[in-house]
């Protein structure tokens, strides 16, 4: 799978010609979760990577570093850290992407999310930057099962709990948005002005995909679903901030409210091929011990 993955993108560069081939292209959150696929995959298809992170002098709450980062680059991708729909999120793409084609960094990419209603100020925000604007917006990705918190309640405790009760979402291989990102980077004005809407290959609830782990795993793992009020409550006993939680817990009572069950035909659209299997993630991550204790 990651050979093909591979080819796809390195074809779509050949295909658009040198000058694509010399691209320099700027990942913020390089060294997150979808930033490093993204960057993974732009070298892997001949492209000039410039990491963006607080690792490497870049910081999205602090203007000052923004120029550094993307003087001369051709592209960017642009993942904002918290949340693409969280408070600040407009204002920051915004001014950042503004910063971007005021130096000449035209070629923009938005990471979005499928239905999240708070997103779409940001969005409109990247549109009236001026740039040459691509927005991908992703189903609720299979590596959150793998990176970050979700992974370290199944690991510890062999227990999910999460505010989504029976609602069905095709989750998306983090791998497939970094195919795309590259490919739209790396086929000319072909994507450019457009909105790709990704998703997995097929529908699953969360108690299903935890069901699947534990599968592969060996191991009894559950999951529990609970109110969106006590699950931001548990955040903030956790210690984190409550106008933190405040936002993600709104963004979580609409954006698992059902509307995203659905599929979307993004990845065959712009790879010409399927979305890679949940089934097929999780045994990748099973073989790596992700969820050993």
Do not use: C
């Amino acid at each position: 799978m990651t050979n093909t993955a591979g080819n796809t993108t390195q074809n779509a560069a050949r295909n658009a010609g040198r000058n694509t081939l010399a691209m320099t292209v700027v990942v913020t959150g390089a060294s997150g979760r979808t930033g490093s696929r993204v960057a993974r995959a732009a070298e892997a298809a001949g492209l000039t990577v410039r990491a963006a992170s607080r690792a490497t002098g870049f910081d999205w709450w602090d203007r000052s570093t923004w120029a550094d980062t993307l003087r001369g680059a051709d592209a960017a991708y642009l993942a904002h850290p918290s949340d693409v729909g969280a408070p600040g999120a407009a204002e920051a793409v915004g001014a950042l992407a503004r910063e971007a084609v005021g130096l000449g960094v035209r070629r923009l990419v938005l990471l979005s999310a499928r239905g999240e209603d708070q997103a779409l100020p940001t969005e409109e925000a990247l549109h009236a930057s001026g740039a040459d604007w691509t927005v991908v917006r992703a189903a609720w990705f299979a590596q959150n099962f793998s990176d970050g918190p979700l992974v370290a309640e199944l690991r510890e405790s062999g227990e999910l709990v999460f505010p989504a009760d029976e609602v069905r979402e095709p989750f998306l291989d983090v791998r497939d948005i970094a195919d795309v990102v590259v490919a739209a980077l790396t086929s000319g004005d072909r994507y450019v002005g457009r909105t790709l809407t990704l998703s997995g290959a097929r529908l699953l609830t969360f108690g299903e995909a935890v069901a699947e782990i534990a599968g592969a795993t060996g191991r009894p793992l559950t999951y529990r679903a609970v109110s969106t009020r006590d699950y931001g409550e548990a955040l903030v006993g956790f210690g984190v901030p409550p106008e933190e939680v405040a936002g993600m817990t709104a963004i979580f009572d609409t954006l698992l409210d059902g509307r995203n069950a659905h599929l979307s035909d993004g990845v065959r659209e712009v790879l010409g091929r399927a979305p890679r299997d949940f089934g097929d993630f999780v045994r990748e991550e099973a073989a790596a011990g992700t969820w050993k204790v």
